[in-house]
């Protein structure tokens, strides 16, 4: 069954900081890998999608990572801003259409 | 990207009462609607899966005869909670998808807070 872990649960840095947010994942037969945000009491947006062939995907000042091979994904911040507080979740879908998420990392970014 | 709503997004109910949730494509047809809850601080659990015209599938322990989900049109499918009791609070997010196949993107809707009293 698959599971997905992501670290840190959560992350306060200052406004201009660039970060690291990681995902793991237990099993490599993934289909895709998607990133989303969630702000306090709302849905998902989606952020970055990485097909399983793929090693990383780029979207502004998001950058994110795959290793499928030791089941890992990183999702990288540049020059962090107060607006970019929410909470990250990570979701791999598996070659039977179905999300996993991670439990999600919740991080402010201090003015 | 497509558009997904719910309605409503938030709702208070006594224990022992019924809700409904809506969620609806509003510019594609979703072959295919999942429902979601959310704990605090916790990650989305799906808990259904259903396919417009056919019966919903549902996750291992979540009750079919508690959470009734209709899917009988193409862009609205709705998830019933019967009786619903206070350890039925939770954010339910629904998401739709357009086609069959691996790669049609899934859209999530913005959720709806359910408090029952």
């Known amino acids: 069954k698959q599971e997905v872990t992501q670290i840190p649960a959560a992350l306060s840095v200052p406004e201009g900081e660039n970060l690291v947010l990681n995902c793991s994942f237990t099993?490599?037969?993934?289909?895709?890998l998607q990133w989303f945000r969630q702000d306090p009491g709302k849905g998902l947006t989606s952020l970055l999608l990485?097909?399983?062939?793929?090693r990383e995907q780029t979207s502004g000042r998001l950058n994110a990572s795959l290793d499928k091979s030791s089941g890992r994904s990183t999702l990288y911040i540049a020059a962090s801003q107060p607006g970019d507080s929410a909470t990250y979740l990570c979701a791999v879908k598996d070659y039977g259409q179905n999300f996993v998420f991670g439990p999600g990392t919740r991080l402010s970014v201090l003015p | 990207g497509a558009v997904v709503s719910q309605h409503p997004s938030r709702v208070i109910c006594k224990s022992g009462t019924s809700v409904k949730i809506e969620c609806r494509s509003l510019?594609?047809?979703?072959?295919?609607m999942f429902w979601y809850r959310q704990f605090p601080k916790q990650s989305l659990m799906l808990m259904a899966t259903?396919?417009?015209?056919?019966?919903?599938?549902?996750e291992q322990g979540v009750e079919k005869d508690k959470f009734l989900i209709n899917h009988a049109s193409l862009t609205l499918s709705t998830l019933t909670v019967t009786s619903a009791h206070p350890e039925d609070s939770s954010f339910y997010i629904c998401?739709?998808?357009?086609?069959?196949?691996?790669?049609?993107?899934?859209?999530f809707g913005p959720g709806t807070r359910l408090t029952v009293l």
């Open positions: 099993d490599s037969a993934i289909y895709n």
């Open positions: 998401s739709a998808r357009s086609g069959s196949g691996r790669g049609n993107e899934q859209f």
């Open positions: 259903s396919n417009e015209g056919s019966k919903a599938t549902y």
């Open positions: 510019d594609f047809q979703a072959t295919t």
């Open positions: 990485i097909q399983s062939s793929q």
